[in-house]
């Protein structure tokens, strides 16, 4: 047996009730196949720049069933490794009913496990949490699904493994310099992000989804329409985003897509019609398909959503499907709008909103957010429009709070849901998000209706620097909510329609959060990865925060 003709994966995507998606990459063209419970799926490679995958869909499956699995190529066993010091990868399918169990978190760097990597990126809190799954096989509860949100690799701030790639390929003093290029050092940088083995066993046997942020493929990447010019004056920049958006498709997106979705996505239709025996090559079609995504972006969608029994997941876009006209802002723009709108309505027990992004900001920080985004559209006048351009991108001032309009427009769709207005209201409306680099948890001030939750996990492994931390507690806390209203208000912002405070955080360690709906309530809980004494190859996982958010008519409002 040999793992040499698998280069990446398996990773278990999409998985329901009766059915799951197996992801990978191969060394070469073959036919990929999954094995489980004596039973046999198919699927051959398809190509994209010089690289071949698969996407093995296996379905009849039992509701709520764990299987083992193996996979061969072109009948020889490639997955799992023997020996192995892990447990046995498994499919675990959904139990029709059963509550919510999820894991989420967002921004993990791709660097050494060693005591280089942990002194200058911290330890990984995935691979923490991987070690400890296998370690109690049957003791720890896992979870129906990892949500990655966001900055899954970094192509603009690259290792040294990184480097060392790039410069046996190309000259590092010609633009984009450390930067990734082309399609061939993206897939050098997931296999960076994804063959640690302790990670890569849980990809293999925890389902996963995704949506990129910024750094998937640029620092403040559709921040605003002069950042967006920017970039198209370079000679590099086209060839980032078209590669960029391939390979996220082909390491991400794909497996994001139900059975259903992928049957009228226009990508694995045309896969799924070839029928000749030759590997198909979909290089030039995906390249064409995602320029044209990137340049009309209501001809593709890239959210999804999802439900589980009592609850609802929606994940939204909020890179691709902003507005950027500086009259007519909006960070997802009529089409997502629409679509967003469409997918909040009641009759579940809980309703999750994946986006990179917070939300609900610390309200400093969001009043800063909405001050500049009115100051850079001219409330203060041309000279401060160009210098709150410069603050836009120097402070990364683009969340949702940078785009007014659509966080009027969520915001009403909350409400109502929360009111009973869109059907049966939830016990509770929470956005998941991610990005900032540090964790927190907070609520919208109501005294009736559903729970208004904003829960941030940021970062897995790439922690904040220690002026900017400094900078990010001053803005959570009371002291600065006043004066950056006042800022807000004295450039023509409009009174916020949410009032909303902190009820724990921030934390700044590297992070992996989970969320359980449970009978008492959601169940929130924050895990850091620790080494003590010579462990490093063995971190151990250590709770930082938890808590349980209960319905209003457990805990009186």
């Known amino acids: 047996m040999t793992t040499s003709a698998l280069i990446l994966g398996p990773m278990l995507r999409y998985v329901d009730t009766d059915s799951a998606s197996v992801w990978v990459e191969t060394a070469r063209a073959g036919q990929v196949t999954v094995r489980a419970d004596a039973r046999m799926w198919s699927a051959r490679t398809f190509a994209v720049h010089g ?30 490794p023997l020996p192995s010091r892990f447990p046995a990868s498994v499919i675990s399918t959904l139990t029709p009913g059963a509550p919510l169990k999820l894991a989420f978190g967002s921004c993990r760097t791709s660097v050494p496990h060693d005591e280089k990597g942990n002194r200058s990126h911290g330890v ?67 296999g960076l992000a994804w063959s640690d083995p302790a990670n890569r066993w849980l990809l293999s046997t925890v389902p996963t989804a995704m949506i990129f942020d910024d750094h998937d493929i640029r620092d ?88 589980y029994g009592d609850s609802r997941l929606i994940v939204i876009d909020s890179r691709i499907a902003r507005r950027l006209d500086p009259a007519d802002r909006a960070l997802i ?52 429009a160009a210098v709150s351009e410069k603050l ?19 915001a009403q769709m909350a409400t109502d849901l929360a009111d009973g207005k869109r059907g049966p209201a939830p016990d509770t409306i929470t956005f998941l998000s991610g990005d900032v680099h540090y964790f927190y948890v907070a609520e919208v001030e109501r005294s009736s209706g559903s729970r208004i939750i904003q829960a941030v996990c940021s970062p897995i492994r790439n922690p904040l620097a220690l002026p900017l931390r400094s900078f990010s507690a001053v803005l959570s806390y009371a002291i600065a909510n006043r004066p950056s209203e006042m800022l807000a208000r004295s450039a023509g912002v409009p009174v916020s329609p949410l009032r909303w405070r ?10 992996l959060a989970s969320v359980s709906a ?18 490093r190859a063995r971190p151990r996982v250590k709770e930082i925060a938890a808590l349980t958010m209960a319905p209003r008519r457990h805990n009186g409002g």
Not at 63 to 73: F, K, L, R
Not at 140 to 167: H, K, N
Request: with cysteine; hydrophobic share 40%.
């Open 51 to 80: 690289h071949h995958y698969a996407l093995v869909q296996v379905d009849d499956l039992a509701p709520g069933t764990t299987s083992p699995y193996a996979v061969d190529i072109d009948g020889v066993q490639v997955w799992p």
């Open 124 to 190: 990984d809190a995935l691979r923490s949490y991987a070690l400890q799954m296998a370690a109690l096989p049957g003791q720890f509860s896992w979870p129906d699904l990892v949500l990655f949100l966001g900055d899954q690799v970094y192509a603009d701030t690259t290792s040294e493994q990184m480097q060392e790639f790039i410069r046996a390929r190309r000259d590092l003093t010609e633009p984009p310099g450390e930067e990734l290029a082309d399609f061939e050092e993206y897939a050098h940088l997931y």
């Open 220 to 307: 403040d990447w559709n921040a605003s329409l002069s950042w967006k010019r920017e970039m198209e004056q370079t000679s590099w920049w086209h060839g980032r985003l078209v590669s960029g958006l391939a390979s996220y498709w082909v390491y991400q997106h794909l497996g994001n897509l139900s059975p259903a979705d992928r049957e009228v996505d226009e990508i694995w239709r045309f896969l799924a019609s070839h029928d000749g025996d030759a590997e198909l090559d979909l290089s030039e079609r995906l390249d064409a398909f995602v320029e044209r995504a990137a340049a009309e972006p209501a001809c593709y969608r890239w959210s999804y959503c999802r439900d």
């Open 333 to 384: 723009d009529d089409d997502e709008s629409g679509w967003l709108d469409e997918r909040m309505r009641g009759g579940f027990r809980h309703l999750l909103v994946g986006t990179s992004l917070p939300f609900l900001l610390p309200t400093g920080l969001h009043h800063l957010e909405a001050w500049n985004e009115a100051t850079a559209e001219g409330a203060w006048g041309a000279p401060m």
């Open 392 to 410: 836009r991108q120097a402070l990364d001032l683009e969340h949702w709070a940078a785009f007014q309009s659509s966080f009027r427009r969520v």
């Open 502 to 511: 902190g009820i724990r955080g921030p934390w700044f360690e590297n992070c």
């Open 518 to 535: 449970t009978p008492a309530g959601l169940r929130f809980r924050w895990i850091t990865g620790v080494v003590r004494g010579d462990g």
